[in-house]
């Protein structure tokens, strides 16, 4: 098979080529593999090869709905036994998990083939994917650009064709901003979940979801029928819905009533670009016949910054910890900004730290309150469009001061100026984080590109496990306004 009719195909649709016959797995991993070779060394997409794995892999007889499909997971949470999981960190780069994540162990079942492991920010704490151990990953629409965060590398790999779709996971935002900023489509599903698993129950307390990145909607709600459900390994809050979300796509949304807005929760301005994607959003649904309306949740939204800083702060300064425990890492070996966060987190109070986790219940009770007036909520995903390159680094000279300050660890007398850089950051992505911290599920969906060729997407947030909800419009907008066919010219 060659790469140009390869790309014309999403998961389920090379699934279906293996299953007649037309190809083998071997032929679509080797077209897969050749694509990468061709674009990576571009892109930093994929950090971790995985191709002997998947060679023996692809030979064997493969069964699921996925069946032969070339894959990648992302480099955090998704562990596969024996495979370094470095977590964009050079303190875990000898690390090598023992067994399969729940998420792992899934998709092997559905038949997919993992052949790599793809880039993202240490711990996947930023909304860009330029870790200093790997490398930056680099934007196909732009190379001088980021992909995103924290699933940077996997929307990289997938908007320029090395796989229909890739593995992703998303804490505030990572999933769907890099599926706005490489013009594709990312589902977050509710939070309670079993993906995470088994290292982690409940990892930021509910607030991470696993899933994947896509460029058709059918091939999102396949692998959520396989993700979700729960398992032996944890306390799950979800179960399965009552009919497959792959039937649910072909069911009419009905009439939707959809409130929403394009102010910044944080105040600031948002890119006229950003506002222009929501505006043609809502043209094309009120043509689709939705009820659409401007209006927004009654909520604190400085608060709930505060409280997603706070928890963003203390599982670092935990996370930071627990690795250089098990490894004997030094301070010196995790970058400055994911030290000076920590710092501020091991300066926490637990009773503060509670105390905004309380919070978060404040904002579902609001949001609940909300969508008992409207079906969904329309945002822009992202304040801004696409950053350059080392645009959102912290200054040089702000880290020569950092460094000395943490070394005598005085960390905590640097809220003031941490707190200014995450916020500083948060601006260009304030929308994503209200559905993290409520567990309500939400989407961007790529409808839009401005005059320098560059995908900004629209954001949809639903009642908490309404994922059916946000499939059915989705897949009605996708055949509305086909985005499949909008690729990036890399060669």
Known sequence: MKFAEYRQHDALGLADLLARGEVSAEELLQCALERAQAVNPSLNA????????????????????????????????????????????????NYRPERHSSYVQRCLAAGLVIFGKTNTPEFALKGTTEPVYWGAAHNPWDLRRTPGGSSGGSAAAVAAGI???????????SIRIPASHCGLFGLRPSSGGPACRPHYAELWHGAVSEHVLTRSVRDSAAMLDILQGPDNSGISLSD???????????????????????????GLPVD?????????TIALLRHLGHEVEEAEPVIDNKMLMNCFLTAYMGHTAAQMALVRERTG?????????????????????????????????????????FFGRYDLYLTPTVATAPALLGEQDTPRWQQMILKPILTLGLGKFLRPGVEWNAQNNLRRVPFTQL?????????????????????????????????????????????????????????
Not at 163 to 173: E, H, I, L, T, Y
Request: hydrophobic residues 40%.
């Open 435 to 491: 559905s993290n911290l409520t567990g309500t599920p939400s989407m961007s969906v790529p409808l839009y590109w401005n005059d320098a060729g560059l995908p900004i997407g629209s954001q949809f947030m639903a009642p908490l496990y309404q994922e059916a909800r946000l499939l059915r419009l989705a897949a009605q907008l996708e055949q509305a306004q086909p985005w499949f066919g909008r690729v990036p010219a890399m060669t």
């Open 240 to 266: 399965r819905p009552q009919r497959p979300y792959q039937e649910e796509i072909s069911l009419d949304p009905g009439r939707l009533r959809i409130a929403y807005s394009t102010r910044s929760p944080l």
């Open 272 to 280: 006229a670009d950003c506002v222009q994607a929501v505006e043609q």
């Open 329 to 369: 890492a030094a301070e010196s070996d995790f970058e400055i900004d994911t030290r000076s966060l920590a710092a501020l987190g091991r300066s926490l109070r637990a009773g503060d730290y509670v105390r905004a986790l309380f919070r978060w219940t404040d904002f579902a009770r609001a949001l609940d309150d």
């Open 46 to 93: 994929i950090v971790i090869p995985m191709h002997e794995i998947a060679r023996q892999r692809a030979r064997e007889s493969l069964t699921g709905p996925f069946a032969g499909v070339p894959f990648l997971i992302k480099d955090i949470l998704q562990d596969f036994a024996g495979v370094p999981t470095t977590v964009g960190c050079r303190a875990l780069r």
């Open 163 to 173: 796989v229909p779709m890739a593995g992703a996971n998303d804490g505030g935002g």
